[in-house]
């Protein structure tokens, strides 16, 4: 068994959760976490001076229970998800492979999490498309007036700042279809190479058993 652990990252709004659903039901044997099932009650979470509930930093969740709850599923994946009839005949030949998905907004910025990932995305937006769409949103508790340029756009550049120039970003202002398109195929590769690996090793093995016309001393 081979699990798999996908980070889909970046702003508010980016679109990660739609992304997120949608390869979960194109590839095999996948599940999604979400970070946003982790965030404090509002009662510990901090207000600053302004009034502004501290939302958009690691403080505001409990992130050792969220990585606790993927070395669980990374233990046990075979009992966490259903697995559509589509994706299992997209990759036919790893059933035994399994994919998590792990989605949120303040993925790459905890250190415990960075030793997981498998391949890692970051989504971006530039600040008035992310603030419309933020403005069309409801939350609970709502955002207060000046909360979004406050609050949550500086902590994303603050974070955001904080990662490696290597980060794979994607354009959040594409539309679904091209990050989907994109983000699909890099993880058919991954598994591609995966498969590649099992097949190389098979055919050590096998040689090792004396098989391939070798024979052991």
């Not at 419309?132 to 902590?155: E, I, L, N």
């Not at 058919?188 to 391939?212: P, S």
Request: aromatic share 12%.
């Amino acid at each position: 068994m081979k699990v798999l652990v996908i980070g889909l990252g970046g702003v508010t709004n980016g679109g990660k959760t739609t992304l997120a659903e949608k390869l979960k039901n194109m590839l095999p044997n996948c599940d999604i976490i979400s970070q946003d099932d982790f965030f404090k009650p509002e009662s510990e979470v901090e207000t600053d001076e302004r009034g502004f509930k501290l939302y958009d930093v690691l403080d505001a969740l409990y992130m050792d229970e969220m990585v606790t709850s993927i070395h669980n599923w990374m233990k046990s994946p075979a009992s966490s998800g259903v697995v559509t009839e589509e994706a299992q005949k997209t990759c036919d030949s790893l059933k035994n492979v399994y994919i998590l998905i792990v989605e949120g907004f303040l993925l790459y910025n905890y250190e415990p999490l960075n030793k997981l990932w498998n391949r890692r995305y970051f989504l971006t937006l530039p600040y008035e498309e992310c603030k419309r769409r933020r403005s069309t949103r409801v939350y609970q508790p709502a955002d207060t007036p000046g909360y979004f340029d406050g609050h949550v756009w500086p902590m994303y550049l603050k974070y955001k700042n904080e990662l490696e120039e290597n980060a794979n970003y994607l354009d959040g202002t594409k539309s679904q279809e091209e990050l989907l398109s994109y983000v699909y195929s890099d993880i058919i590769k991954e598994l591609n190479k995966l498969r590649e690996e099992r097949y190389n090793w098979k055919r050590l093995a096998n040689a090792w058993n004396g098989c391939d016309g070798l024979t052991l001393a």
